[in-house]
């Protein structure tokens, strides 16, 4: 990604800044910049790895500023915690546009596919009444293994991931099944 490139949805930055002025917040440029960064991307992505995209737009953007952000983010609904079975936590971006979608994990190389399906939001919905409660928040993690690594005994994703050029949770789509 690079920096003038940049494309983010009028819609999230209008949310975010309702949400910062009814909390009584400020609109602050390096408050824009990591919410542009959050959201020019499909990747899940880090704390470290959004303060480095940060960084590529505005190389000012402090650490601190970076975490309270994320916090606003994430309780104004527009980035979600995930939990991708790593040590560290992940941020994702995508449930604005997929409200709906679940990960599926390679345990081997990381790669992370995000996937939507109709059975599995019903599923969801009957278990959770017949508990008596009402679903508020639903996704689901499958770790799997993927084919290539056995198949072809090496893969692209793993060795990324080895030479550490990027994180493990770069994101791949697969066909909704809608
Ligand atoms: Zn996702
Ligand atoms: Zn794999």
Redesign the pocket.
């Known amino acids: 990604m690079e920096a003038g490139q940049l494309m983010i949805e009028p819609e999230i930055k209008e949310r975010f800044d309702r949400f910062i002025r009814d909390k009584g917040l400020r609109r602050t440029v390096q408050r824009d910049v990591i919410v542009e960064a959050a959201f020019s991307t499909e990747d899940?992505f880090t704390a470290e790895q959004l303060w480095e995209m940060s960084r590529r737009i505005d190389p000012s953007t402090s650490r601190a500023t970076l975490y309270r952000t994320l916090g606003l983010l994430v309780e104004s609904g527009l980035l979600s915690e995930?939990d991708l079975g790593r040590d560290q936590k992940y941020y994702?971006p995508?449930f604005v546009d997929h409200p709906h979608?679940n990960?599926l994990i390679c345990v081997d190389c990381g790669k992370v596919i995000?996937f939507e399906d109709d059975h599995i939001e019903t599923l969801f919905d009957c278990i959770t009444r017949r508990l008596g409660f009402r679903p508020t928040k639903k996704s689901m993690r499958i770790e799997a293994c993927c084919d290539q690594l056995r198949k072809d005994g090496i893969c692209e994703n793993l060795l990324e991931m080895r030479l550490g050029k990027r994180g493990p949770a770069r994101?791949a789509t697969a066909p909704s099944s809608n």
Do not use: Q
């Open positions: 899940h995930i994702d995508n979608h990960h995000e994101k």
